[in-house]
């Protein structure tokens, strides 16, 4: 009996240390501090000519929902990030988080929340990443409004769409998040399209900076 306990204490202490090398690492600001959920940060990019993101019209004849767009030669809006597991203490790769904005647009006449979600627009054949989401409540229902974020060479990250909290997966697509084209001059985020490479910056340490530069 001493033996089975023995052998079955073995088993569940090599699962514990196999389940702590697999949780995946935490995603860093531009300071190398681990993101926290909650807090507010600019999305900024390596990518020029651009900014951050802000809010944009919707894609084609849409009014509303308001979608995603990238800011041209701005840092845009913070945003926050809520992960799939609610307890959590910071943002991981790789582990289905809600992106919102922290702030509401300046002309607010679209009713609605600032949670990011994906929606195809049939006209365009396109699916692009607009706002109007729910926040948690993870499941087949809320598909939509989760994506993730991988680590993209040694200290830049990109967005993907690529949900894991339905069960059935056969529904589930996965793309990255890139950059759409309007005729306008537009700059949506959408499914594919021209990569949009990421970093993120503590919103009081983008203040500070620029306080102490001026």
Known sequence: MKKLLLFLSFLLFNSFLSFAVEEPNPVLDTNGDEIRPGVEYYMG???RPGGGVTYGKGPGNEICPLAVAQAWLKRGLPVTFTPVN???????????????????????FCSGSNVWKVHFNEALEQHFV?????????????????????????????????????????????????????????????????????????????????????
Not at 157 to 180: H, M, N, Q, R, W
């Open 45 to 47: 990019t390596t990518f």
């Open 86 to 108: 609610p307890e959590e203490g910071v943002v991981r790769v790789s582990t289905d988080l809600n992106i919102k904005f922290a702030e509401p647009p300046i002309i607010d």
């Open 130 to 214: 607009l706002t109007d989401g729910v926040e948690g409540n993870s499941g087949c229902e809320t598909m939509a409004n989760w994506f993730k974020i991988e680590a993209v060479g040694v200290q830049g990250y990109k967005l993907v769409f690529c949900p894991t909290v339905c069960d059935s997966s056969s529904e589930a697509i996965c793309k990255y998040v890139g950059i759409y084209h309007d005729d306008d001059g537009t700059r949506r985020l959408a499914l594919g399209g021209q990569p949009y490479p990421v970093v993120f910056i503590k919103k009081n340490e983008d203040i500070l900076k620029s306080v102490t530069s001026t």
